[in-house]
T-cell receptor
Framework: GIQVEQSPPDLILQEGANSTLRCNFS?????LQWFHQNPWGQLINLFY???GTKQNGRLSATTVATERYSLLYISSSQTTDSGVYFC???????FGQGTELSVKP | GAVVSQHPSRVICKSGTSVKIECRSL??????MFWYRQFPKKSLMLMAT?????????EQGVEKDKFLINHASLTLSTLTVTSAHPEDSSFYIC???????????FGQGTRLTVV
């Protein structure tokens, strides 16, 4: 089945910094999503982005389907951005291992 | 739109008993629902996929007799953990997908503790 890998596993930022999270997937997909898991475990949908680029406020995402990767950009990070970011891909929505982001004031 | 509600959010049960977790799509019809399990500091592991009106498809290594999944209507799927043991303690999360489109929406999760 499809394999999904995320990098980096951990990321520490100073408030105001920008960051890029990466998601690689092993096979062509028609579904890719980015999520933020809050401290209570709820998964918040950030982007549904099987291809192309989308932006929502300080967050944007790009998926290059032909090269099997997706990137999540966080600009001007805030402490409330802290948490785990997951990408998931494929019809069965297989999850990567996540990137744990910590934004320091 | 696209709200998925999971209940209960937290449950403690005694070893050997069964516990049922409900997953409801509140404002859309969910033809497909997924059930995941998450261990602390780990990723989500897909347990099974259920389609309305048909039997669930379990992932390799998931005991179908222990984790009973029912998707009886277009808005409700249930996961029953039968004869629960302490090793079944975990965070269980459901997600639902509309008839049209591949985007999935997640419930709040259920933290199960078996004592």
């Amino acid at each position: 089945g499809i394999q999904v890998e995320q990098s980096p596993p951990d990321l520490i930022l100073q408030e105001g910094a920008n960051s890029t999270l990466r998601c690689n997937f092993s096979d062509s997909v028609n579904n890719l999503q980015w999520f933020h898991q809050n401290p209570w475990g709820q998964l918040i949908n950030l982007f549904y982005i099987p291809s192309g680029t989308k932006q929502n406020g300080r967050l944007s995402a790009t998926t290059v389907a032909t090269e099997r990767y997706s990137l999540l950009y966080i600009s001007s990070s805030q402490t409330t951005d802290s948490g785990v970011y997951f990408c998931a891909a494929g019809g069965k929505l297989i999850f990567g291992q996540g990137t744990e982001l910590s934004v320091k004031p | 739109g696209a709200v998925v509600s999971q209940h209960p959010s937290r449950v403690i049960c005694k070893s050997g008993t069964s516990v049922k977790i409900e997953c409801r799509s509140l404002d859309f019809q969910a033809t497909t629902m997924f059930w995941y399990r998450q261990f602390p500091k780990k990723s989500l592991m897909l347990m099974a996929t259920s389609n309305e009106g048909s039997k669930a498809t379990y992932e390799q290594g998931v005991e179908k007799d222990k984790f009973l999944i029912n998707h009886a209507s277009l808005t409700l799927s249930t996961l029953t953990v039968t004869s629960a043991h302490p090793e079944d303690s975990s965070f269980y999360i459901c997600s639902a997908r509309r008839r049209t489109g591949l985007e999935a929406f997640f419930g709040q999760g259920t933290r199960l503790t078996v004592v």
